[in-house]
């Protein structure tokens, strides 16, 4: 019987180290990256970079930046986004097609070239952007990167999405995490499942010895006829039962309780319902309007800014959709009239305007601080970047996670292109005077725009 007791309770320890030791590794895959395999990927990519450069046609890195800044929001290598997926682009297309098609795509389909009406027919006639400040070297920049990324080895399924980062924050973690996650209720169910096999067998063990040694045993009351209440009190008082049943739900509502907290306030995929239903994907995708147009405020300050109704007015004074609605005006037109007090008819303005109550769709904590003008005029970043593929767009939505992690991994990726621009050029003015041992106060460092302080 002592044996029987010794084996049972060696099977219960390992069962409880094999818990502790999934649960660490789940916790540790949620926070810890893997260096080695970056360090391994990152000497992959260089060994074969390194090979991939004999055999393209011009700068990989200067491609790599072009790349990051105008293609990834509708791109990728591996996988259809918006647009086809890139890698072996050099091999189905040649290089002074793939020229043209990227600065301006839709000059060739208007000509009639034929792989250009296949490919705008396949991916259901979405005009990609034209890039015709692009020049013939800044586009076999961009193929040779292409063809360098293209020819690396494919990343494990944890790491890759990582390293992009816009997906999120959390999609590659993720895959590691939920099976990590499913092993773990797999083994506490087996273990639930082995206990409760071992309590029988103990149980028929030691009536058997005991009836061996001659004792009278009282047999059990008939369980088919018992309460319910007396069967919780039964299994209550098996003390095996409950102690599994404890960790189960400890397990259980930790594992929520730190998801749930992981994810607070990180709103990605968000789409409320707009006073106006106003389409990006019409606006900046068909007719191509710049978003600065309208989000004024981007280059040049803190917020883009949400443009006011006499900005929709220079177009909508006279652009009023009546074609599509049997001679009448738009709806989502109207709206603006009626904010306006407008009077299509007489073009006069009343005197009871209401502003649109817009719902804000991104938003980040009070303690983080953002500004538009050091990312678009500074960092020369798309829109796109940070808000997604937003010329497809019929309703907003929030395209990135907007968590710290997403926004550190962008500036640990991204390169500064520092050539030309005036901000860096102070930097480096700077840098030169320390050089030569001269003073630098914090006025020679900006110290004395209004911006430092009230912002």
Same mark, same amino acid.
């Given at each position: 019987?002592s044996s029987?007791?010794?084996?049972f309770r060696r099977?219960?320890k390992?069962?409880?180290?094999?818990?502790v030791?999934?649960?660490?590794?789940h916790?540790?895959a949620?926070?810890?990256p893997?260096?080695?395999a970056?360090a391994?990927?990152?000497?992959?990519g260089a060994?074969?970079?390194?090979?991939a450069a004999q055999?393209?046609k011009?700068? %990989?890195?200067?491609?790599? +930046?072009?790349?990051?800044q105008?293609?990834t +929001?509708?791109?990728?290598?591996?996988?259809t986004?918006?647009?086809?997926a890139l890698k072996g682009?050099?091999e189905?297309?040649?290089?002074a097609w793939?020229?043209?098609w990227?600065?301006?795509s839709?000059?060739?389909v208007a000509?009639?070239?034929?792989a %250009?009406?296949?490919?705008?027919?396949?991916?259901?006639?979405?005009?990609?952007?034209?890039?015709?400040?692009?020049?013939d070297d800044?586009?076999?920049n961009i193929? %040779?990167?292409?063809q360098?990324?293209g020819?690396k080895p494919?990343a494990?399924?944890g790491?890759a999405?990582?390293?992009?980062?816009?997906?999120g924050?959390?999609?590659g973690?993720?895959e590691?995490?939920?099976?990590m996650?499913?092993?773990?209720?797999v083994v506490?169910?087996?273990?639930l499942?082995?206990?409760l096999v071992?309590?029988?067998?103990?149980?028929t063990l030691?009536r058997?010895?005991?009836?061996?040694?001659g004792?009278?045993?009282e047999e059990?009351?008939?369980e088919?006829?018992e309460?319910?209440?007396?069967k919780?009190r039964?299994?209550s008082?098996?003390k095996k039962l409950?102690?599994?049943?404890?960790?189960?739900?400890?397990?259980f509502f930790?594992?929520?309780g730190?998801?749930?907290?992981w994810?607070?306030?990180v709103?990605q995929?968000?789409?409320p319902?707009q006073p106006?239903?106003?389409?990006h994907?019409?606006?900046?995708g068909?007719?191509?309007?710049?978003?600065?147009?309208?989000?004024?405020g981007?280059?040049?300050?803190?917020?883009a800014s949400?443009?006011?109704?006499n900005?929709?007015?220079?177009?909508?004074n006279?652009?009023q959709a009546?074609?599509?609605?049997?001679?009448e005006i738009?709806?989502?037109?109207?709206?603006i009239?009626k904010?306006?007090?407008?009077?299509?008819?007489t073009?006069?303005y009343g005197?009871?305007?209401?502003?649109?109550?817009?719902?804000?769709?991104?938003?980040l904590p009070d303690?983080?601080?953002f500004?538009?003008?050091?990312?678009?005029?500074?960092?020369?970043l798309?829109?796109?970047k940070c808000?997604?593929?937003?010329q497809?767009m019929?309703?907003?939505?929030?395209y990135?996670p907007l968590?710290?992690?997403?926004?550190i991994n962008?500036?640990?990726e991204n390169n500064v292109?520092?050539?030309?621009?005036a901000?860096?050029d102070?930097?480096i003015?700077?840098h030169?005077q320390l050089k030569k041992?001269?003073k630098?106060?914090? %006025?020679?460092l900006?110290?004395l725009?209004?911006?430092?302080?009230?912002y």
């Amino acid at each position: 019987m002592s044996s029987i007791s010794l084996v049972f309770r060696r099977v219960v320890k390992s069962l409880i180290l094999v818990s502790v030791l999934s649960i660490g590794i789940h916790v540790k895959a949620q926070n810890a990256p893997d260096a080695n395999a970056a360090a391994e990927q990152s000497a992959a990519g260089a060994a074969t970079g390194a090979s991939a450069a004999q055999a393209v046609k011009g700068d %990989a890195n200067a491609g790599g +930046a072009i790349f990051k800044q105008k293609c990834t +929001a509708c791109h990728a290598m591996d996988r259809t986004v918006v647009g086809p997926a890139l890698k072996g682009v050099h091999e189905r297309h040649d290089e002074a097609w793939l020229i043209k098609w990227i600065k301006n795509s839709q000059a060739l389909v208007a000509a009639g070239d034929p792989a %250009a009406v296949k490919v705008f027919n396949e991916y259901n006639k979405t005009v990609m952007t034209p890039f015709p400040e692009l020049s013939d070297d800044d586009v076999r920049n961009i193929l %040779a990167y292409i063809q360098v990324e293209g020819d690396k080895p494919a990343a494990p399924a944890g790491g890759a999405q990582g390293a992009e980062g816009s997906t999120g924050a959390g999609q590659g973690s993720g895959e590691v995490s939920n099976f990590m996650l499913g092993g773990l209720i797999v083994v506490v169910i087996v273990a639930l499942l082995v206990i409760l096999v071992l309590n029988r067998v103990i149980k028929t063990l030691e009536r058997l010895l005991l009836q061996k040694q001659g004792i009278v045993i009282e047999e059990e009351a008939d369980e088919e006829g018992e309460s319910a209440a007396a069967k919780i009190r039964r299994l209550s008082k098996n003390k095996k039962l409950v102690f599994f049943i404890t960790i189960l739900l400890i397990i259980f509502f930790g594992t929520w309780g730190w998801i749930a907290m992981w994810n607070t306030g990180v709103h990605q995929g968000y789409q409320p319902t707009q006073p106006i239903k106003y389409s990006h994907q019409l606006h900046a995708g068909t007719l191509k309007i710049d978003c600065q147009y309208c989000h004024s405020g981007a280059y040049k300050s803190k917020n883009a800014s949400i443009p006011s109704l006499n900005v929709c007015m220079n177009c909508h004074n006279y652009v009023q959709a009546t074609e599509k609605y049997n001679g009448e005006i738009s709806p989502e037109i109207m709206k603006i009239y009626k904010a306006l007090d407008y009077d299509p008819q007489t073009k006069q303005y009343g005197s009871n305007p209401k502003p649109i109550q817009w719902v804000r769709i991104h938003n980040l904590p009070d303690f983080a601080y953002f500004n538009h003008s050091q990312h678009v005029s500074v960092g020369g970043l798309a829109c796109q970047k940070c808000h997604g593929p937003i010329q497809t767009m019929s309703e907003v939505y929030q395209y990135s996670p907007l968590t710290m992690k997403w926004c550190i991994n962008c500036h640990r990726e991204n390169n500064v292109n520092y050539k030309g621009n005036a901000y860096y050029d102070k930097v480096i003015a700077v840098h030169d005077q320390l050089k030569k041992g001269e003073k630098v106060t914090p %006025a020679v460092l900006g110290g004395l725009e209004c911006g430092k302080c009230h912002y």
